[in-house]
Every structure is written in C-alpha cells, then in structure tokens.
C-alpha cells in the first residue's frame, strides 16, 4: 500500500517507520527541515518529498501534525477527494493542554467538513507514539491491546483497521465521526496516564465485556 505521511513528529516517523518495515510503500512530508525529512527517510527505507507529492497517488494518509497547522497542511495537500485519511491529531492549543473544539462538534468533525471529500478515519490518538515499538515487537502475542478506530466511511475503515493491525494493536470498532466528541477528551486521559503519571509513556489499553 501507498501510504503518504504527513507529518515528521514523534507520531507520524514512528508509523511511517513501522509501515515502511511491513513492506508498505512509505512518503514523509511536511517538516521545516527537508534534511530532517530525508534523513528519516533514509533510516526507513522509505521516500520523502513535498507533501502534493506524498498524496499523489496515495493509497492511504496518515495527518500527524499539531492542529496549529492542519490548515497549512490541508492547504498543501488539496482537496484530498476519494483518499482515505488516518487523522490522529487531537485538536489541542498552543500549549497543548486544552482541547479548542467541542463538545457539540470535535477535531475529526471538523476536519471532514474542511475536506468534505477524503475518507476520513480517525485513530492512533489515543495511543502515546512511546507505546508503538513495543506493540509492535509484541505483534504475535494475544490479546492484543485495542486502538480505537471511528469513521462514517466503512470501507475506509477497514483500510485504517488493516494498517492498525499490521502495528500489532486490534481495531476496535467505536462508531462514526461524531464519536469523537468523546475519543478527543479520552485521549487527554491517556496522555494524563502516560505522561504524567509513574510507570513510563508507552500506554495501552483493552476493554472487555463481561459474560455470565
């Protein structure tokens, strides 16, 4: 699969990385450093470039940058019609401790309306970057801790559902768009349990439901 990454923070080189390592065929975009991109890409064994030349032809995107600069991304990338996009950006301010949308509408809202013609997924938000080499390495073992994945398109769904198990985490199916309502404040309880409580960043989770 072609999978354009837009964004060369903690999250976006991590998947990337690991994607590209499952024999997937990997872009970097975006960064403030061309070298940066290269570089990343060279330790990948992936490609990089602009991001109009990442998404051209994508299969899949993943859109990981902070929500300060989805507009210059998005503006950048066009009107990405008919791709399936990975949105794991969490709709935060500058300091990233407040989320700036919501409760009647969410960051994933908002971005489908700001490209009413991508096929938008929204996961990986609720899973620190410090958790995915571990999933990954731990890919054969069961159960598998859930990522939560939630979209109105289903078989754009099922495309991120493959990609979030090719990382070693079990899709968890949580609804449409809307949902994230819920999922964006959910991830500040994840990254409250991450980063700011004893024990280490690399965060994970699974729900079960009893039976008698």
């Keep these: 699969m072609k999978i354009a990454i837009l964004g060369s923070g903690l999250m976006g080189a991590k998947l990337g990385t690991l994607w590209a390592e499952c024999g997937h065929d990997v872009t970097f975009a975006y960064s403030r450093s061309p070298a940066r991109l290269r570089r990343l890409a060279g330790r990948a064994n992936a490609a990089s470039g602009t991001v109009a030349e990442a998404v051209s032809g994508a299969d899949a995107v993943l859109l990981a940058v902070h929500w300060s600069r989805v507009e210059d991304v998005l503006d950048q990338a066009g009107d990405l019609s008919g791709i399936v996009v990975l949105n794991c950006c969490v709709p935060l301010d500058e300091s990233d ?7 009647s509408t969410s960051g994933a809202e908002e971005l489908a309306r700001k490209r009413p013609r991508a096929r938008w997924v929204s996961c990986f938000n609720t899973s ?26 289903r078989e754009a769904k099922e495309i991120a559902g493959s990609l979030i198990s090719d990382i070693g985490f079990e899709p968890l199916e949580a609804g449409g768009l809307k949902t994230g309502r819920f999922v964006e404040p959910f991830a500040m309880v994840t990254a409250e349990l991450a980063y700011g409580q004893p024990g280490g960043a690399a965060l994970t989770y699974r729900f079960e439901k009893l039976h008698d």
């Excluded at 401790?97 to 409760?103: D, H, K, L």
């Excluded at 054969?140 to 979209?151: A, M, N, S, T």
Aim: charged letters at 30%; proline letters at 9%; glycine letters at 10%.
């Design 97 to 103: 401790r407040e989320i700036v949308v919501g409760m």
């Design 128 to 153: 620190p970057s410090e958790s995915l080499s571990g999933v990954f390495a731990r890919r054969e073992q069961k159960p598998r801790p859930h990522l939560l994945v939630y979209g109105d398109d």
